[in-house]
């Protein structure tokens, strides 16, 4: 079996950010910027869709923060919105067979796919 004290250095070790989170987190802070400015500047209309996407902003800010500080509910929020920026992506890639939103949609699963790694998980508080 493992040595106790080389268990506890193990565990202590853990308890930083990984750099791929970091890197997640500010790609959705970037996006999220860009999507809120659009939302101001009706890009997506006037009316509920406006609002619709100005509240999953506010959320997304406030998950990549959470995220930031090792939070569980920080980290559950980026991850439902890199869920749904994927899939937003893809739909609207079916729909237009538009290229870069598979590409988008497809960075979007790798980074969904990266923060549900165990890895991750186990620096959450």
């Known amino acids: 079996m493992s040595d106790p004290d080389e268990i506890k250095k193990l565990e ?3 308890h930083g950010m990984l750099p791929g989170v970091a890197g997640i987190a500010l790609f959705m802070l970037v996006l999220t ?3 809120a400015f659009a939302a101001l500047n009706g890009k997506f209309g006037a009316g509920p869709g406006k609002y619709g996407v100005l509240a999953l902003c ?3 800010a406030a998950g990549v923060f959470g995220l930031l500080r090792l939070r569980r509910w920080g980290w559950a929020l980026v991850l439902g919105g890199c869920l749904t920026l994927c899939l937003g992506n893809l ?3 079916e729909k237009t067979h538009a290229g870069p939103f ?3 949609g497809l960075f979007a699963l790798v980074f969904f796919l990266y923060l549900v790694r165990t890895e991750v998980r186990d620096r959450l508080r």
Do not use: E, Y
Request: proline share 0%.
């Open 91 to 93: 739909f609207v890639f």
């Open 58 to 60: 506010t959320l997304l």
């Open 33 to 35: 910027m860009v999507n």
């Open 102 to 104: 598979l590409v988008q």
């Open 12 to 14: 202590a070790r853990a």
